[in-house]
């Protein structure tokens, strides 16, 4: 056991690395070390800013005895190889939601992890946000009696914003399934203890010019009996953050006029400038976003017998029988300050994570029950849940 | 053909009536010249207010020389012997939704009314809110593309209003299937066109006290591929009314501290004390509300493929492509114009009203769908849809 900070490298230097500095950059927990990229450009901005090692390959930074754990943020379908690597070094593996694409993959991912003896966490995902992590422990204290239903629901820009080729192929892990759904389904199931039952659901393919799933929406069962309303559309229209007081994904103030601004920086592109327009969004080239409140993942509405509970940006609002309240959940220091709770709680304490790797299977699983679901018109039972591993509140 | 206003017998002085109190003042178009009570009490307030003929039974009523249409206020139950006994009489129909309870007595009522060759129009429904129909229409007129997908969500305090012993019982009607989820189908039905296929749903009875449903989540999915999500909740916690500018279901801006007032109310209270309250709700006890904006039911967004459509209770919010907009819906001169709109064109144009009889059956097919599919976890195929008969715009 040591207070010292936790040695982190980075696999990846993209868009979901630039998202985590302003945590990485504020919380003292946690320093890194070393990264990987392929884009030199990326690896000196690296080393400028941190004095670590920027590697060329993942093998080079899991093989760098300064790393104690592997935080991997390179795309999807790259997750399973880099985890693979990770595990094998021994290195301790913090990676980004989707756990994997396939479910082969994800349990290949999960038995190194077990076999290497190293915690995998998969994260960071909107259900480590305080107001959730918040929620669940209420629900969970039973304080306002039995969990009955849940209402999730965001509407984003998600589609517009640039991206690769393949992020807009469902195989191959595009459209909001593997990138959206992922983050309501870790949310919903961290409030309703994380066994999932059976769901019925349909999806959206409407645009032609970015041919995947952009909306879909669910009904989820769960052990114990409480169920589970879901919906999601990217395709930035109505934007459900004026229900969540004008605050964005990211914990950002909305600025005003703003609107549509996916869609018109997008027109007129083809799929190699919008490539490009994404690298200006990574490590060394993008800028960070300036949060003020937590992330949150769009409006969400817990239902017990004796209050509902809604979350907010700074909180939990609860509309009781007769009376309403607010429970906050700070903000800050740093925001993901739950990711770097879970982090260093397993690397240096040994503590299981609320989503290990077995919890990202299970969300996982659910992504792909649903594209199934709406493909046969039929509901789908789940077979691969698990419990959040953290039962007992530990505040 | 004449424009005499239309002169209507009224079967109910309870709580519906009440609510439609104000737009029969209001217009010119409709005058009350009979109604049937059991209540001396308020035949005597009706005959005091309107100098029309007050009447014990409803035959008495419906073999009026003096009424040409009767307006069917009465429990849900009653609905059929009463539908039964005005088409008998040659009289055209305006009664309450649900058209009936079972599919039986919807049949007969529908059969009883063609064979008469009387208008057997059901409402008011919040599918005639002029929102709504304003919603309907653009949609039906292509301008944002194709229709995609529905989301429609409220939660009130339903099941804590007053209530008559019945009022609790599925079987009888009770519960918010019958009276509630009929609103939110018939708006999603109108504005889908009405040719519903397929529904999935979960239904919950959560307070041991008032044994009946209190809240449903389903998807349904329509001719041409459009789908949709409804979420009700009667359980008096969280109100979506703070998503509709504070605007209540009638129209009436909502106070502030009146939080939990459902609930306070009833409490200590005995069934028949609770029954006794409910009168107070009535003709010749009770206060119109004052509505200062169309009525609703709560959040609904349409998603165009070019637009997604979100109604208020003064019209249409449109979110394009790149910008934002709204379109009036406008309010009065009366509440409700558009249910006496149906109503004149019917007993005085001989046009089919949108909402028919064969319309009312179809939506309660869709609330017993729903607890069909609840009680078996499986989807429910329906089969006794149809479209509105107002194809085509016609303003």
Redesign the interface.
Known sequence: MTSDPVRLGVAGLGRAFMLMVPTFDADPRVKLVAAAAPRQESRDAFEREYGGTGHETIEALCADPAVEAVYIATPHQMHVDHVLAAAKAGKHILVEKPLAISMEDADRMVSAARDAGVHLIVGPSHSFDPPVDLAARLIESGEFG?L??I?A?N?TDFLYRPRRPEELRTEEGGGVLFSQAIHQIDVVRRLAGGMAE?I???T?A??PKRPTEG?F???M?FQGGC?A?L?Y?G?????SDI?MNDVGELGQVKKAGS??GA??ALMDLNPDDEARLKTTRTFGSGTTVDAAHNEHFGPV?A?C?R??L?LTPDGI?V??????SFIEAPFGPAPRRTVIDALVGAVRNDEPPAQTGEWGLASLEVCHAILQSAAS???VALQRQCRTSQQEPTE
């Open positions: 039995q009955r239903m209402q629901l509407y059976n019925f659901a349909m959206g409407w645009d909306a929406t669910a009904l069962t169920f309303n919906t559309s395709y930035a229209h109505f934007d229900w609107y549509g869609r018109r509405i239902l017998d209050a509902d809604k609002e509309f009781g029988d007769t009376e309403r018109g039929q509901p």
